[in-house]
């Protein structure tokens, strides 16, 4: 049998996702884990979302404050949405180089 490789998985070398208007994707910073699944957002546009992290993300993917992430608002009266993608300290690096995502609002959540 082949001996199966040990250590972290390389990621594949994929297109840094960005927000898009036609699919109603923003950037949002995490302010604060609820629990069960659910995340309180800041957004660029100035609103704070509950945001759900589906089931695949779940166990992969571990969302701390102050993360950026890529959020898409289910557009109901509730505030609510899930997170599609948390970028990565170079990612968000990118992102402000871009002028996508302003350093205030790194700050703010910081503090």
């Keep these: 049998m ?45 609103q704070v979302y509950k945001a759900w992290i589906p089931g695949k993300m779940r166990r992969r993917v571990w969302m701390r404050e102050g993360d950026v992430i890529l959020f898409l608002p289910w557009g109901t009266r509730d505030m609510k949405g899930e997170v599609v993608y948390r970028y990565l300290r170079d990612q968000v ?19």
């Design 2 to 46: 082949p001996k199966r490789k040990k250590g972290r998985r390389e990621e594949k070398s994929k297109e840094l996702p960005l927000p898009n208007e036609d699919e109603g994707t923003m950037l949002c910073v995490v302010q604060q884990n609820i629990g069960g699944g659910f995340l309180q957002v800041l957004c660029v546009d100035g």
């Design 93 to 111: 690096r990118k992102l402000i180089e871009k002028g996508l995502l302003p350093e205030e609002m790194l700050e703010e959540v910081l503090e």
